[in-house]
Nanobody, 115 residues
Framework: VQLVESGGGLVQPGGSLRLSCAAS????????MSWYRQVPGKEREWVAA????????NYADSVKGRFTISRDNVKNTVYLQMNSLKPEDTAVYYC?????????WGQGTQVTVSS
């Protein structure tokens, strides 16, 4: 099983980024996919989740209305579109699946929001 995040970087407040997570090694289309984020010294925080079909999504209150999670079950990829970014969104962003009870995580991609 592999989960490979990409798309992070440095962006100014108010800017946008689109994260991607390419999955392999399991039947992607059968499982819920989620994004989490973590700041050094703090616990990992859940950000968003999407159902296996993509028909249902959920968001943390802190990102609701600014972030959009989506998936492509042909490309085995989940996305996180992040708009109106704030300095407090700075973190390492990870994707995971409920395959094997969430045992697998990507290496993360750094998002830094700063002027």
């Amino acid at each position: 099983v592999q989960l490979v995040e990409s798309g992070g970087g440095l962006v100014q407040p108010g800017g946008s980024l689109r994260l991607s997570c390419a999955a392999s090694g399991f039947t992607f289309s059968r499982y819920v996919m989620s994004w989490y984020r973590q700041v050094p010294g703090k616990e990992r925080e859940w950000v968003a989740a999407i159902s296996s079909s993509g028909g249902n999504t959920n968001y943390a209150d802190s990102v609701k209305g600014r972030f959009t999670i989506s998936r492509d079950n042909v490309k085995n990829t989940v996305y996180l579109q992040m708009n109106s970014l704030k300095p407090e969104d700075t973190a390492v962003y990870y994707c995971t699946s409920n395959y094997a009870g969430g045992a697998y995580w990507g290496q993360g991609t750094q998002v830094t929001v700063s002027s």
